[in-house]
C-alpha cells in the first residue's frame, strides 16, 4: 500500500449511505469495491455511480470478496443484519481497519438509538472479531441524501461556472452555504447566518463579479465537501474559515473598485 491510496471496500454499498460514500471516496482518488449479495444491484449501483464520476473508479463483488480484497472495510448495512454480515467478512478482516457505519437502530423505533449490550454498535463488532481486527466508528453525522443533495448543488455550480452566469451561480452559492449551516442543526447558528446572508446579499455578488470569487469559489467549496463526506470536522472547520476568510478579502477588493456604491 506504500506510495498508493488504499483500496477502500464499502461493504451494504448499494444502499444510500454506502453509495454515498463510495461516490465520495471515488470522487478523491481511491479505488472502491461495492461489497453487496445483490448482483444485480451491484451493476446497476456501480454504473450510476461511475457515471456520476465520469470513470470507472467504482468496481463490485460479494461481501467477502470485496472484504478480502480492500486495505479498509466500511460497513455501512442496517443495524438488524450488522452481526451477520460481520461474521460473513470476518475471515477477510485479519490485519486490516473496519470502519462502522452503523447507527443501532431497529424497526419500529429508527428514531431512537437503542445500544446493544456491551454499550456499542462498533463495541460489539470489536468483541465479535477480536484484537486483530482494528473496528472504529464514523460516517454517521450527515445522512447520505444530504450528501448528494450538496453534490448536486455544486455540480449546477460548475455549469454556472461553465456559462459564466455569475447570477445562477451567486443564487447556488448561497444555497451551498445554507446547507452546510443547516447540517449543523443549531437553529439560533442558522437564524443568525440568515440574517447577515441578507445583510452582505449585494456585497457577496461583487466579491463574485468583481473581486475574483467567481473563477475560484467552487474549487474551495468542493475542497470543503470532500471533507465534510470524508467526516473530518477539523479540516472542514480550517477550510470553512479560509474560504471565509478569502471571500472577505475578495468582498473588499470589490468594494475598493466600486466606492460610491
Same mark, same amino acid.
Given at each position: 500500500?506504500?506510495?498508493?491510496?488504499?483500496?477502500?471496500?464499502?461493504?451494504?454499498?448499494?444502499?444510500?449511505?454506502?453509495?454515498?460514500?463510495?461516490?465520495?471516496?471515488?470522487?478523491?482518488?481511491?479505488?472502491?469495491?461495492?461489497?453487496?449479495?445483490?448482483?444485480?444491484?451491484?451493476?446497476?449501483?456501480?454504473?450510476?455511480?461511475?457515471?456520476?464520476?465520469?470513470?470507472?473508479?467504482?468496481?463490485?463483488?460479494?461481501?467477502? =470478496?470485496? $472484504?478480502? #480484497?480492500?486495505?479498509?472495510? &466500511? /460497513?455501512?448495512?442496517?443495524? !438488524?443484519?450488522?452481526? *451477520?454480515?460481520?461474521? =460473513?467478512? $470476518?475471515? #477477510?478482516?485479519?490485519?486490516? &481497519? /473496519?470502519?462502522?457505519?452503523? !447507527?443501532?437502530?431497529? *424497526?419500529?423505533?429508527?428514531?431512537?438509538?437503542?445500544?446493544?449490550?456491551?454499550?456499542?454498535?462498533?463495541?460489539?463488532?470489536?468483541?465479535?472479531?477480536?484484537?486483530?481486527?482494528?473496528?472504529?466508528?464514523?460516517?454517521?453525522?450527515?445522512?447520505?441524501?444530504?450528501?448528494?443533495?450538496?453534490?448536486?448543488?455544486?455540480?449546477?455550480?460548475?455549469?454556472?461556472?461553465?456559462?459564466?452566469?455569475?447570477?445562477?451561480?451567486?443564487?447556488?452559492?448561497?444555497?451551498?452555504?445554507?446547507?452546510?449551516?443547516?447540517?449543523?442543526?443549531?437553529?439560533?447558528?442558522?437564524?443568525?447566518?440568515?440574517?447577515?446572508?441578507?445583510?452582505?446579499?449585494?456585497?457577496?455578488?461583487?466579491?463574485?463579479?468583481?473581486?475574483?470569487?467567481?473563477?475560484?469559489?467552487?474549487?474551495?467549496?468542493?475542497?470543503?465537501?470532500?471533507?465534510?463526506?470524508?467526516?473530518?470536522?477539523?479540516?472542514?472547520?480550517?477550510?470553512?474559515?479560509?474560504?471565509?476568510?478569502?471571500?472577505?478579502?475578495?468582498?473588499?477588493?470589490?468594494?475598493?473598485?466600486?466606492?460610491?456604491?
Amino acid at each position: 500500500m506504500e506510495g498508493q491510496s488504499p483500496t477502500i471496500a464499502v461493504v451494504g454499498g448499494t444502499g444510500a449511505e454506502g453509495s454515498a460514500i463510495a461516490l465520495r471516496l471515488g470522487h478523491v482518488g481511491y479505488r472502491v469495491i461495492i461489497g453487496t449479495r445483490d448482483s444485480a444491484k451491484g451493476v446497476r449501483v456501480t454504473a450510476e455511480l461511475n457515471k456520476l464520476l465520469g470513470a470507472e473508479a467504482i468496481a463490485f463483488s460479494g461481501n467477502a =470478496e470485496a $472484504a478480502s #480484497a480492500a486495505d479498509i472495510v &466500511i /460497513l455501512t448495512v442496517p443495524y !438488524a443484519v450488522q452481526q *451477520p454480515i460481520v461474521q =460473513e467478512i $470476518a475471515a #477477510a478482516l485479519e490485519g486490516k &481497519i /473496519l470502519i462502522d457505519a452503523t !447507527a443501532p437502530l431497529m *424497526p419500529p423505533k429508527v428514531s431512537n438509538v437503542q445500544l446493544p449490550p456491551g454499550g456499542s454498535a462498533v463495541a460489539q463488532i470489536q468483541h465479535t472479531l477480536g484484537d486483530k481486527v482494528r473496528v472504529v466508528s464514523a460516517f454517521q453525522n450527515v445522512a447520505a441524501h444530504k450528501l448528494r443533495e450538496l453534490d448536486a448543488v455544486l455540480a449546477e455550480m460548475d455549469g454556472a461556472t461553465d456559462k459564466q452566469d455569475v447570477k445562477s451561480y451567486h443564487t447556488l452559492n448561497l444555497k451551498f452555504h445554507d446547507m452546510l449551516v443547516d447540517f449543523a442543526g443549531n437553529a439560533r447558528l442558522i437564524e443568525t447566518y440568515r440574517l447577515l446572508t441578507r445583510g452582505l446579499l449585494l456585497f457577496r455578488l461583487r466579491g463574485l463579479q468583481d473581486g475574483g470569487g467567481f473563477a475560484v469559489s467552487n474549487t474551495e467549496h468542493r475542497a470543503v465537501m470532500r471533507a465534510v463526506a470524508q467526516r473530518d470536522s477539523a479540516r472542514a472547520g480550517q477550510l470553512l474559515r479560509q474560504h471565509a476568510t478569502k471571500s472577505r478579502a475578495r468582498m473588499h477588493k470589490a468594494a475598493a473598485r466600486h466606492p460610491q456604491e
